[in-house]
C-alpha cells in the first residue's frame, strides 16, 4: 500500500514537471495562433517597418511602438546599469557587514513593490520632475510624461535584478584571488577592476541582461508616464508608446474591430520572443560564469 | 603615479557610495512620497465601503471591493501555483537525477517562465478564456494569475529544498520510510519555513500585479460572490482612479497605492518574522 502510494504520487509528479516546459511551449503556440490571422494578409515589412497605426482604416504598423520600447528600454539600462554595478560592487566589496545587512532587506523591497505603485510614484515625482525642471534645463517644452520619465521609472525598477544577479556572481570568486592580488600591491579598486569584475564578467553580461528582458517587458509603471502617443519618438523628452502599453490599453475594444485582436497577439508574440532570447542569452552566460568559478 | 591610483581608488569609491545611496533613496522617496500625497484622502471610508454610484467622479465610498478582489484572486492563484509547484520542486530533488537533462529542462523552463513579462501572461490567459468559452472572471484571473506565480514560487522553493542535506534523507530511507514519506514528513517539514516565504514572495506578486490580470479578471464595482463573477483588483483600481480627470479621485489613487504598499509591506515583514521563528525547528 504505501509503495503504491508512493509510485502514484511519483506519476504525478513526473506529469506535473512536464508542466513547465510545455507551458513556455503552449503560450508560443497560442500566441501564434491568434497572432496568424494578421501574418497572412500583412506583409512583413507592413507590420515591421510602417509607423501608422490606424486600426480603424485596418493600418497596424508596429512600428512606433518597437521604437518606444526600444528608446525606454536603452534609457532604463544607460541609468540602471552603471549605478547597480557599483552598489553591487560596493555591497560584495567595501561596505561594513552593517551596511550591507541594511542595504539588503531594501533592495528586496524594492523588487516586491508593485509596478503600478512605481507608477504613481513617477506620475507623483518623476514626471513633473523632468516637466519643469529637467526639459527647460535644455530648452525643450515636454509634459514630463516622456521617454525620459519612462526611463527613470524603470530604471528604479530593475535595479534589484541586476544587484541581485551581479551580488551573487561577485561571491562566487574565490577569496585567494582577491588576497593575491592585494598582496602584489594592488588597490581594493585595482583588485576589483582587474581581478573580480574580470572573474566575473559574464555572470555581469547575464545580469545586465536579464535586466534588460525585465525592462522589455515592464507594462503598468511604464504606461502611466510615457504619454503613450503612436508616433516615432525623436528625442528623450518626447512621449513614446511601449509595445507592453499598446497591449494593456486596447484589450477592451479590440474584439469590434477586424484584425485588431490578431495584431494586439502578435504584439504580445513578440514580446515573448524577445524576452525569451534574452533569457535564454543570459543563462547562457550564467551556465558559462559558473563553470569558470569552478 | 601612487598619487594617480590613489585618486582613482577615492573617485570610485564615492561613485560606489552614492549610488547605493541612490538606491535606498529610490525605496525612501517612493514610500515617502506616496505616503505624503495619499494622507489626505486617506479615510477609514476607503477600505471599508465599496464604491457608491459615480464613485469615479468623485462621489463618496471606498475601494473594499478591489482590496477583496485582490486578497481572492492572489489567495487562489497562491493556493494552485502552491498544489502544482510543490510536487514538481519534490520530483526535481527527491525523484529525479540531479544532472538529468529531464530536471536540467525543467529548471531552465522554469526559469524561461520568470522572466516572462506578465502583460504577455495577460494576452495568453486571454487565449486560453476564449479557448475555453469563458468571460472574463475571477476564475480566468485565477487561472492567468497561477501561471505567473508557478514559476516564481517554485524557484524560491527549490533553493531551499536543494540545500537540505542529503545526510537527513539518507536516514529517514534507511528507516525503511518511501520517497513519498522522506518527501512529506521529512523534507517538507525541515523546509517548512522556506516553503512558506516562496508562498509569501508568490502572494505578494500575485496581489501587485496588474498586468495580467487586466485582460482576464474584468473589474466591477462589487465584490464577487462567485468565481464566475468579475472581480476588481487593486493595482487596476489605482491606475483607473488615476486615470481620471478629477484631483479628488487621483488623490484616492494616491491613497489606495499607500494601502498596496502597506500590503506588500506587511507581507514581507510577515514572511522576515516566519523565517525567524521556524528556523529553530529546523536541524542544521
Known sequence: MRLF?????????????????????????????????????????????????????????????????????????????????????????????????????????????????????????????????????????????????????????????????????????????????????????????????????????????????????????????????????????????????????????????????????????????????????????????????? | MTGRRKIEENIFKTLMVVSTGVVIGCLLLIVGAIIVKSLPALKLSMITQTPKGGYYLGKEGGILNAIIGSLYLASGATLLALLLSLPIVLFLNLYAKKTSAFSTFTRFSLDVLWGIPSIVYGAFGFVIMVFLGLRASLLAGIVTVTLLELPIMARAMDEVIRMVPGALRDASYSLGATRLETALKVVVRQCLPGILTAVLIAFGRGIGDAASVIFTAGFSDRIPASLLQPAATLPLAIFFQLGTPFPEVQQRAYASAAVLTGIILLISLASRILIKKYARHTIR
Not at chain 1, 495562433?33 to 482604416?57: D, G
Not at chain 1, 536603452?74 to 566589496?93: C, D, G, H, K, N
Not at chain 1, 536579464?210 to 525592462?215: E, V
Open chain 1, 5 to 294: 502510494k508512493d509510485y502514484i504520487a511519483r506519476k504525478v509528479m513526473v506529469f506535473l514537471t512536464v508542466m513547465p516546459g510545455l507551458l513556455v511551449f503552449l503560450m508560443f503556440v497560442g500566441l501564434f495562433q491568434k497572432s496568424k490571422a494578421i501574418l497572412a494578409v500583412k506583409s512583413f515589412s507592413e507590420l515591421f517597418l510602417h509607423s501608422s497605426w490606424h486600426p480603424f482604416s485596418g493600418e497596424f504598423g508596429l512600428l512606433p511602438f518597437l521604437m518606444g520600447t526600444l528608446w525606454v528600454t536603452m534609457v532604463a539600462m544607460v541609468l540602471a546599469v552603471p549605478i547597480s554595478l557599483l552598489t553591487a560592487i560596493y555591497l560584495s566589496e567595501y561596505a561594513p557587514k552593517l551596511v550591507r545587512e541594511f542595504t539588503k532587506p531594501i533592495v528586496d523591497l524594492l523588487a516586491g513593490i508593485p509596478s503600478v505603485v512605481y507608477g504613481v510614484w513617477g506620475v507623483l515625482l518623476i514626471v513633473p520632475l523632468i516637466g519643469r525642471h529637467v526639459a527647460p534645463v535644455f530648452g525643450i517644452y515636454s509634459s514630463g510624461y516622456c521617454v525620459l520619465s519612462g526611463g527613470v521609472v524603470l530604471a528604479v525598477m530593475i535595479f534589484p535584478t541586476i544587484i541581485h544577479v551581479s551580488l551573487e556572481v561577485f561571491s562566487s570568486v574565490e577569496y585567494g584571488l582577491r588576497e593575491t592580488s592585494l598582496s602584489l600591491g594592488a588597490t581594493k579598486w585595482e583588485t576589483v577592476k582587474h581581478v573580480v569584475l574580470r572573474k566575473g564578467l559574464q555572470g555581469i553580461i547575464a545580469a545586465v541582461v536579464l535586466g534588460l528582458s525585465r525592462a522589455f517587458g515592464e507594462t503598468m509603471a511604464v504606461l502611466m508616464v510615457v504619454g503613450n502617443v503612436p508616433k516615432l519618438p525623436k528625442s528623450i523628452f518626447d512621449a513614446a508608446y511601449p509595445l507592453p502599453a499598446l497591449l494593456a490599453n486596447n484589450y477592451g475594444e479590440m474584439m469590434s474591430v477586424p484584425l485588431y485582436d490578431s495584431a494586439l497577439m502578435l504584439a504580445a508574440l513578440i514580446l515573448l520572443i524577445v524576452v525569451l532570447f534574452f533569457n535564454i542569452l543570459a543563462r547562457f552566460f550564467l551556465v558559462r560564469a559558473e563553470r569558470k568559478a569552478e
